[in-house]
């Protein structure tokens, strides 16, 4: 899944370099908490070049597209279970326990993983992964958030963001670093329990959260803790507005136990702050991210490059790109705004997946033909469909690949892109072909279009990252009246977890069933939709305090005029109420 940034402003980063000489307390706290978000960006990033691997040592999994993604998905399963439970959790027994929990269920996902025989004990791992994934995606940013000083709140909550895409880079790092080793997807997947293990006992030595201490009546131990945070001068109207918060927030609490979902929807500004909330959510699941994320190593051998290795190496560049385009979002999302940020991210995701469809149109329709001689060139190892076939003669590498997944397709020695060998897919058919120093290809075939897939896979993360990646979570964060924010979050974030899950589940399938050009085209259609929608239902929040946000949802929930700041927008006076569309 794609992890969200909160919003923080460089002023905000220079005075969080600052802290960091003047009280490295608080950094180890943020960093301490936030390999939680670490942990959630490795799972994500790790099971992309794992599944390689899974597949060459569990034919089963080869073979059935099915399994490849539930050993994906499960894990997402895991994470919605996970989130829905944690912030229970996280209320009943303090956010330092609900990480350590996380990281406990995190080590154990990945012994049982590394250790697996089968792909039923693998799938069990994923899923105590995904449960600790889904708990750290709510306690790790929550403890940072009321363990910060104010004034770098921002800053230090970004943290978590930056440490998810570095997680995700790290892990394509790691996948290269073990591609020799024996064992490799063992060694890809078991590594993840030094983190969390490592994570366990920073935990252990570090206090619990002063807001949550606040709330349980430990008001002598959360004063201490705030006297190590905050300056001397500070620390007194501090612990003063955080007992005055508190007390609000379980009044409001309180309040808040007697909405049901009904009010919620009947309440016209909390109705249209959902509309605006969790269509951003789904929609940056269903423009394709996490097919990206997940399968990028897969996409990119589609694209025509055999090698795992270098499936590897090329989509660590593109987790690269992921990370960097989390940075740039920091710079860009209070100069243009929300909005305008939306757009243009969508706008460029648009172009990309033009890219990639039209590109792998052309791979499938022009891939390599079957040659009869250099099939025949391999003892009886040929593919029992192509033996038996009316036409040989019309076979070209894809239909040889699509006959069955018992065929694979072996590269011609001279070039590639010449007419090849259709020979059954197994380990002494692959060992005949690249002992001949030809390629071996049995998820794609040769093109000469595939760096035009790379091109269009880079363009894609660099246009989405600063904007569809990290928007949708701050405008989540402003948009909802505060007596609703913690029921509101809640129901966008697991709309988010559950269409990562039906994604994350389809996507090979779809690849199967109608090619991986019409799949990214089907993505193409949908942008377009989440094109319409930005334009229409989300408002801009850039600069505005949340009662104004209040007041715009009020006054309309339709908005063509995109390019209108935010200033110009609270400019409309009420009395326009009447003629606006409910």
Not at 122 to 129: E, N, Q, T
Not at 276 to 287: D, E, N, R, S, T
């Amino acid at each position: 899944m794609e992890g969200g940034v909160p919003e923080a402003d460089v002023s905000a980063f220079r005075e969080c370099l600052s802290l960091s000489w003047k009280n490295p307390y608080v950094l180890r706290l943020a960093f301490s908490a936030g390999i939680g978000g670490f942990l959630f960006g490795y799972d994500t990033g790790v099971i992309s070049g794992a599944l390689l691997y899974i597949r060459d040592d569990f034919k089963e999994v080869d073979r059935k597209t099915w399994l490849q993604e539930a050993i994906v998905s499960m894990a997402l399963a895991g994470a919605i279970i996970g989130a829905s439970v944690g912030g229970w959790i996280n209320d009943r027994f303090g956010r330092k326990k609900a990480i350590v929990l996380a990281d406990t269920l995190f080590f154990i996902g990945s012994i049982v993983m590394a250790a697996s025989i089968n792909p039923a004990i693998l799938i069990v791992g994923r899923v105590f992964v995904g449960l600790g994934v889904g708990m750290a995606s709510m306690a790790s940013p929550l403890y940072i958030s009321e363990a910060s000083p104010t004034r770098v709140r921002g800053a230090l909550v970004s943290l978590n963001g930056f440490l998810i895409t570095g997680g995700q880079f790290l892990s394509y790092v790691i996948n290269l670093a073990f591609t020799s080793a024996p064992g490799t997807w063992r060694w890809m997947l078991g590594v993840a329990a030094v983190p969390a293990f490592t994570q366990i006992i920073l935990m252990m030595l570090l206090p619990e959260s002063p807001r949550w201490l606040f709330r349980k009546g430990k008001e002598e131990e959360a004063k201490e803790i705030l006297r190590r945070i905050y300056p001397p001068q500070d620390v007194e109207d501090e612990i003063n507005a955080l007992k005055e918060s508190v007390e609000m927030e379980v009044n409001e609490a309180s309040a808040s136990d007697k909405v049901s979902i009904m009010k919620l929807l009947k309440t016209k500004t909390v109705r249209r702050g959902l509309y605006a909330g969790m269509g951003l959510q789904i929609f940056q699941q269903f423009v394709g991210i996490n097919t990206v994320m997940y399968y990028s190593p897969t996409i990119v051998q589609l694209a025509g490059f055999a090698s795992n290795r270098v499936a590897l190496l090329l989509s660590l560049v593109i987790a690269g790109l992921n990370a960097f385009g989390s940075i740039l979002s920091i710079y860009f999302i209070d100069k243009t705004g929300r909005k305008k940020l939306l757009l243009f991210s969508l706008s460029g995701v648009v172009v990309s997946l033009v890219v990639l469809t039209v590109v792998f149109h052309e791979t499938t329709t022009h891939s390599p033909m079957v040659s009869t001689i250099e099939t025949s060139h391999f003892n009886n190892t040929t593919c029992p469909d192509y033996r038996t076939a009316l036409n040989p003669a019309e076979w070209d590498c894809m239909k040889c690949l699509k006959a069955s997944p018992e065929c694979g397709f072996c590269a011609s020695r001279a070039n590639k892109l010449l007419p090849g060998a259709c020979l059954i897919s197994n380990d002494t058919s692959q060992d005949q072909c690249q002992n001949e120093e030809r390629l071996w290809y049995t998820r794609g075939c040769p093109s000469q279009y595939g760096w035009l897939a790379l091109i269009g896979l880079g363009l894609y993360i660099i246009f989405f990252s600063p904007g569809m990646g990290t928007v949708p979570w701050v405008v989540n964060s402003e948009i909802y009246p505060l007596r609703y924010r913690g029921v509101c979050g809640g129901m966008a974030s697991t709309s988010n977890w559950v269409s990562n899950l039906i994604v994350a589940q389809s996507f090979l399938s779809l690849t199967q069933a109608i090619g991986t050009s019409y799949t990214f085209m089907v993505f193409i259609f949908i942008t377009i939709a989440a094109i319409i929608f930005v334009i229409i239902f989300v408002p801009e929040t850039k600069g505005l305090p949340i009662e104004e946000v209040e007041n715009m949802l009020e006054r309309r929930s339709l908005n063509f005029r995109f390019w209108q700041t935010s200033h110009d927008s609270s400019e409309v006076v009420p009395k326009q109420k009447n003629h606006q569309s409910v």
